[in-house]
């Protein structure tokens, strides 16, 4: 659903939309299990800078590697996004070569064609929404260094000896004797 500025400068655009998994590409990292299901509003914040607020509601199941052992890790991403809009003209200066940017400027994205793609806009949410550190469970053991077996699924019996880094300008200087 593409809305348009022109639209905006009558009225707000109301959306209530359910797209299927598939339907936004999120990349090769992220992936959505379940439908995303989004409704708000479009309105135009303030007509002489054309800043086009998206405010609305989101519901989605979604699925990453875990950080720790590569396994899929589910997430749901469920809550309110409010984001704003600028056009690209005001990111590029209107042909000044530097531009400073106010406090509004840094929580705005901006678009351009005359309106913005609502798809991109709840992509963007869903990205920012993931949480930092995708665990599959909070007690994850993750992957044997040496061996490279699942910890979580059986133990490996390697065993890894922690390195002190501390004693290494002594170590260097000991093989540098021997030669």
């Avoid at 995303?36 to 989101?58: D, F, K, P």
Wanted: include cysteine.
């Amino acid at each position: 659903m593409f809305i348009r500025l022109q639209d905006l400068e009558l009225r707000s655009v109301p959306f209530s939309v359910a797209l299927p998994a598939g339907e936004i590409d999120f990349g090769d990292r992220v992936r959505q299990t379940g439908p995303l299901e989004a409704s708000g509003e479009a309105v135009l914040q303030n007509e002489t800078l054309e800043e086009i607020r998206v405010r609305g509601r989101l519901h989605v199941d979604m699925e990453a590697d875990c950080d720790r052992c590569l396994e899929p890790a589910g997430f749901v991403i469920d809550g309110e996004f409010d984001l704003s809009y600028l056009p690209e003209r005001l990111a590029a200066g209107e042909g000044r070569e530097e531009v400073a940017l106010g406090e509004r400027d840094i929580d705005a994205a901006f678009y351009t064609d005359g309106g913005i793609e609502l798809k991109d806009v709840l992509r963007e949410h869903v990205l920012l929404a993931m949480p930092m550190r995708k665990l599959c469970r909070e007690d994850c053991k993750g992957i044997c260094p040496l061996c490279g077996a699942n910890r979580n699924v059986s133990s490996c019996g390697c065993e890894v000896k922690p390195v002190d880094d501390r004693w290494e300008a002594l170590r260097e200087q000991e093989v540098r004797s021997k030669k």
